[in-house]
């Protein structure tokens, strides 16, 4: 029988140390292969050059450091980058590193294909598979930053993180934790807690519980100021409506003073677009300190909608910002590449029998939570 050797991937600082212990080594060795690993991209032992030789040959016959492997990658004509990972038999999960001038941000995945169905959403006509490890959302970041040569601290390319791939985080919750711990810590990618940002479609027991284990910036995909129309787009506002997330979000900033959450608004033509819908969500955004981010709606083959024209998205954006709510316009990129916002596909088997094992689970593991 084949034996699994642990992937050092799958463990934040504090569980790098109690590995070690458990193989008889100080924690600090921790510390100094985690810095090999994330900050040099180093996956080889014997490259750990202020290692040990001996305690080098012990970790290569007793764990792994294995990173996803690259199927392919694409460059966009405006230099947003995608990689399709493979991630076990022929399933596949997409991540995309989108560069701007102040800053470079990796947008990384959570789970094979999503469950939650949201009908606007490419990730949705999948089905659902299963959640990603947390070496497999780390190493998300790690194939990212490898590529970019960013090195923590010192020539940072990779600035920002947002868990808005494939899947809803929420729902892969101990791995996500995990993950986002390593991205802010001193040893892994040493970002910042407000740079790095958790997409929900909005469970509200587990954005509790996210207030007491993270402390990471909060964004909601609301889509719609009114419940008839979320349910629409978003079925799970049929368990969690409006107010009750709304009031979820209140006690996650209540914790964070200087704190705000963004609420992501994706606009489609003649859908959630008028000014009655504009004049509905500032209205919302009363309840909260907040800021709201339009996303002109990115098509894919198959959709029913439409991306709202130029001036009504601008006319629906100056509605909030006469009421003094901060919104901005989400620029389109990658959209050649498919790698824009709610683009993201992948490869996703088995979704038939997978999708109706995540509906239960969803009932109870949320109901639990």
Known sequence: MTVVKPNLFDYDRQGLRDLFASIGEKPYRADQVMKWMYHRHVTDFGQMTDVGKALRDKLSAAVDITPPKTIFEKQSADGTHKWLLGMDGSNAIETVFIPETSRGTLCVSSQVGCGLNCQFCSTAT????????TAEIIGQVWVAARHLGNVPHHQRKLTNVVMMGMGEPLLNFEHVVRAMSVMRDDLGFGLANKRVTLSTAGLVPMIDRLSEESDVSLAVSLHAPNDELRTELVPLNKKYPIAELMGACQRYVAKRPRASITFEYTMMKGVNDKPEHARQLVKLMRKVPSKVNLIPFNPFTGTRFERSEEEVIRQF?????????????????????????????????????????????????????
């Open 317 to 369: 954006q100056k509605i909030l910002l006469d009421a003094h709510v901060l919104t901005t316009v989400r620029r389109t990129r990658g959209d050649d590449i498919d790698a824009a916002c709610g683009q993201l596909k992948g490869q996703v088997l088995d979704r038939t029998r997978r999708q109706a094992e995540f509906r239960r689970k969803l009932e109870g593991q949320v109901d639990a939570a």
């Open 126 to 133: 999948q089905g659902f598979n299963r959640n990603l490890s």
